[in-house]
């Protein structure tokens, strides 16, 4: 009986354990769940954008991978303008001579593929180190998922970029995230010592960090309360800022920030303008930049709301109101410094957590997990669908026309705006020198102002030519500019165009490409056949072609010489030049519109339906000129007219003083047709009050349909 007693005991104890565990693993099943989403969420992450080109709207990444070739080629870190031919030789600190040896040699043996990998994996870090501040060491939460992806996405547009910066943003995360839980302070001296080499000018951004926490641990000590620290640990503190020595530069790099305390960099890059207060009240969901920007704005209202919460709770703490503060003084002395103002918040969005009690509802499970996972992959998916050239879009990029430059004679001069210079100094030198780019670390306000007004201001233009005698000139397609130059270029022939410009040469220069005959029409970018005889449309073309098939990435002058053909009626050349734009730019609607254009002029109407089709869903389809009528005609051939009428409408606006009297005919027939009578009435009005009297065929076939209308709508009303 003893027997049977204990052993049913056992029994007992052994259920009551079963039963236990399997609650215990219950309980954890929503955390583990979401902690799996998180490292999901994030790989997948970093697998989109590893397959999202590089967006390259500035050319920074160019200076950097010249600043590295450099640094190896001469075994000295940079610190000249070596690849510009200004006088006098400019001298800076370079402050990021670390950064720009690691992405060259990156680039070097992986190519762009290397850097967009380096951007995502740094980024996607970035992310997760969010997500373990805001965190925190509490369970999992719904509103951790939304502050985590709002920090995540608000810090996007500038963290997926290959600049310095994101560095020093890796740097500010990992402060705040051995502050916030107390631990790895051994990695200070490292950070310091990496941003003093990687983004040395960004230094005070880390002092702010380093100081706010200093305060807290002041006031614990002034109350006679424990420093949340160990000495050793407050040691490693204390003399982590003097690892900012541990540079080339040692102490000059202090006053660095400080130097161009009376620079005019506000009023020529619009990123460093300041931020108004009523910036931060501006709020747009679509499309997706500005959502994105929305983001960042809601965060930093957040962040406010929280902190005078915090006042209300009484949990408020000295570095947070500083780090707040120095944060909204950052933005309002830039525009650039929002995203900085993501990292210094989060703090007082973790303690805002803390404030908060939070119970685990199972069923909130899937709401978390589409927060984490599908928001962010969603967005990244986006801009992976607009990302079309992998790894990198060349359509922002002076390509071809570099390519020209570089094969003239050796030692030639290259003056060029300086938006997309940088380009060309990576890619000319050593053989050519051009004047400068827009690192203005290294160039100073009147250098910009010359650079950016030379092609703006003829005075400018002549006043450079006579004190260096530059031997190319990188002129922008305008057409005005052009004439008002014409005494100043007299030294100088045009003798090959791109997207970006028309290049011309001194005329000492030697080069097998002739003096561009027809500027007007490159300039314009179009083609008025009336204008030509027939000895000038064969001239035209073979310039044009000459110049397409120079390099057939060229976009404006494959588009050009296919309106050449278009205007001269030659649809068999038109296709070639349709199929050489939809391969290279299939993101484009140009290469597809012309092949619609030629088709059309075939008679082959499904054919070109299918391609204007196409074309209304690339960029470019806003022109209305290049959509034109043709698609409307072919529709209306097809007695499609329903989306006859449609595509009318979205390729013109018959209110428009550009409109010609000829559409408003179509817009009357069309609409007829498509049985919008009520439209029909009033565009007839207006098409008669256009056409002018000669034209008797279009006037007659609208005073015709008037009167039909008249009937319809008199029997109708009986």
Known sequence: ???????????????????????????????????????????????????????????????????????????????????????????WINYSWLFQAIVYQIFLHTGYVGLIVFRSLIYVFIGYLFYLIILKNRPYNFLAAILTVFCFIGVMPRSIVVRPHIFTYLNLLLLLFAFERKKFFWLFPIVFTL??????????????????????YYVCYKRCKPIPVSKKDLAVILISPLFLLFSPYWYHLFALPFDNAVSFVSYYIVEMNPTSFLQLFVFRFWPLPYLVYTIKIIVILLAFLFLIYSF???????????????????????????????????????????????????????????????????????????SVHYPLSFMNVPQVGTKFIYQLPKDQTVLMSPAKAGYLAWTLFPKHKIFMDLELALFDDVDAFEAMYVFHNPVVLQHHINKYHASVLYVPLNKQMLSDYSVVFKKYKPVFFDDFGIIYVRRDVSTSFPELAFLDTIAAQEVNKDAFTEKNKNRLIEELKRVADFDVSGFKANVLLGNAYYAFEQPQNMLEVADRLINGFPDQAAGFILKAQALFMLHQLEESVRYYKQAVTKQGAHDRRLLGKNYYIALATMKRFDEAYEVLNNAYNPFMKETPPDILYEFAVGAVNAREYEAAVTFIQMALLSLPDFDLKRRNELLRLQRELNAFFSKKNT
């Open 312 to 386: 209300y709770k009484k949990t408020f703490k000295i570095s947070y109101i500083v780090l707040f503060v120095g944060s909204i003084f950052l933005l309002s002395k830039s525009k650039r410094f929002i995203y900085d103002c993501i990292f210094f918040i989060v703090p007082i969005l973790s303690m805002f957590l803390s404030n908060m009690k939070f119970v685990h509802k199972k069923k909130y499970i899937f709401v978390n997990i589409a927060i984490m996972f599908f928001v962010p992959l969603s967005v990244f998916t986006y801009y992976l669908y607009h």
């Open 1 to 91: 009986m003893l027997k049977k007693t204990i052993m049913n005991q056992m029994n007992k104890k052994f259920y009551q354990k079963m039963i236990d565990d399997l609650s215990l693993k219950v309980d954890r099943f929503p955390e583990q769940t979401m902690n799996f989403s998180v490292i999901a969420s994030f790989f997948l992450s970093f697998i989109l954008l590893s397959l999202t080109a590089l967006d390259l709207v500035d050319s920074d990444l160019w200076f950097h991978l010249n600043q590295g070739r450099e640094l190896f080629a001469t075994g000295t870190i940079p610190s000249t303008s070596f690849f510009s031919y200004i006088e006098p030789v400019r001298h």
């Open 195 to 216: 941003e003093a080499n990687l983004h040395g000018i960004a230094y005070p951004l880390l002092l702010l960090i380093w100081g706010s926490y200093l305060m807290d």
